[in-house]
């Protein structure tokens, strides 16, 4: 968990993070997450994000930051994690004690404790039936920018609603992981931002509503407990009075509706139409502002959270830097630099070698495993080390570039 403060003038004033793991050792995460037996199903517990907030706004606290100076705040969530509120949790978030943290208050309130993430990938029969339901993966992602996707909310929560019917029925709001942490500050459910929503299977991404064969596809009354997606860029209201009365935060300070990382990167970077950004994190991400954008069988087309009227195009790749990281373990005894040098020390298009290096079931494409040719095409099982590490690089920007030009 992040935070960063800055002026009018976009000078960073103050900055901070709170590392899951090594902070919050109790939830006993790796990388923040838990993955569970089947290796599919991956979830993070929902009460850690909530104490690393109480624990990220402590140390500005006690590091003496002035919260009555602040005007606004917003926020970037993960992408396609959801969080499930219990029936009668509005109430407990609306009035919690400012003596005490906010995860004491709120540790009965979540039908679900542990939130499926963007890394889950066991939702393939809900995939199926959902694109079955609308008329086809194609058709599916002319309405929501996407085809089904296991990561995406709508598939977690048939998932969640085809074996635990009586938790779903339980739950009185889904909120993503970008308006859970709103509502934090809210005091109150937020919205769903047409950004991170269009990252859902569930949102038709040209009229902005959702989509009624969608929800009905995943779970009954589902319209009730998503509540109105609304502009990126929305004021949601003031902050909280727990914030005001616990922090010193201004009463006047705004929410404004946070969106998904991915969005919140294309704002962040000011990309402009015709730009062209490429994340590398934990999984790697391709981005562009887009006008008229043809939504295919790879990739995403999301609303634009700066300009609603337009778009952007993603491109995710799973197998990002956790790959890099490997291999750099692997083959440059866990030294970027030594990792480097292998890399400069061969040469661009490394002869002939191509390697496809899938860890974990890729997105796009969907593959797994780690494939290796040599100039003759032939399949080989092991490459010399920098030969290793240039074949990684190269295989990983290649792919990029070849799915960017499907999306136009």
């Known amino acids: 968990l992040k935070v960063i403060a800055i002026d009018e003038q976009l000078r960073v004033i103050y900055e901070d993070n709170v590392h899951f793991d090594k902070d919050l ?4 995460t790796q990388g923040g997450v838990y993955i569970h037996s089947d290796r599919l199903t991956v979830t993070s517990p929902v009460l850690m994000w909530v104490k690393a907030l109480d624990m990220i706004l402590e140390k500005m606290k006690s590091s003496g930051f002035n919260f009555s100076q602040v005007r606004a705040l917003s926020g970037a969530g993960q992408q396609h994690g959801s969080v499930y509120w219990k029936k009668g949790s509005i109430h407990i978030l609306k009035n919690a004690p400012s003596e005490l943290p906010l995860h004491q208050s709120l540790k009965g309130c979540f039908s679900v404790s542990n939130s499926p993430i963007w890394m889950d990938s066991s939702t393939a029969s809900q995939c199926s039936a959902l694109e079955k339901a609308v008329g086809g993966a194609q058709h599916l992602a002319s309405i929501t920018g996407s085809r089904a996707y296991e990561r995406f909310t709508g598939n977690q929560i048939a998932k969640i609603f085809s074996q635990n019917p009586e938790v779903y029925m339980e739950t009185e709001r889904i909120s993503l992981v970008s308006s859970f942490a709103a509502s934090l500050f809210l005091g109150g459910y937020a ?5 991170d929503g269009s990252g859902m299977n569930l949102l038709q991404i040209w009229e902005k509503v959702w ?12 319209e009730e407990k998503l509540g109105c997606p609304v502009p990126s860029h929305s004021v949601l209201g003031p902050i909280s009075p727990y914030y005001s009365q ?3 935060f201004s ?14 990167s294309l704002a962040g970077m000011r990309l402009q139409e015709g730009d062209i950004a490429i994340s590398l994190g934990t999984s790697d991400t391709l981005f562009l502002w887009i006008q008229e954008p043809t939504p295919a069988l790879e990739g995403h087309i999301l609303c634009n959270p700066v300009d609603s009227q337009t778009y952007m195009a993603l491109l995710c790749f799973k197998n990002g830097s956790l790959m890099r990281e ?18 400069s020390s061969t040469a661009a298009g490394n002869n002939g070698n191509l390697g496809f290096y899938f860890d974990v079931m890729e997105i796009t494409p969907e593959a797994v495993g780690i494939h290796r040719f040599n100039r003759d095409n032939q399949k080989v099982s092991d490459f010399p080390k920098e030969v290793e590490i240039r074949a990684l690089i190269e295989g990983q920007f290649m792919a990029k570039r070849i799915h960017a030009e499907k999306l136009g």
């Open 326 to 343: 490997r291999i750099r373990d692997d083959c440059a005894s866990g030294s970027w630099d030594e990792f480097s040098k292998a890399l």
């Open 25 to 28: 050792p109790e939830f006993k």
């Open 191 to 195: 919205p769903i931002d047409y950004s």
């Open 246 to 248: 616990r922090y010193g």
């Open 211 to 222: 989509s009624v064969s969608c929800l009905d596809a995943c779970a009954p009354g589902l």
């Open 251 to 264: 009463p006047d300070c705004k929410i404004v509706a946070f969106t998904g990382d991915n969005p919140a």
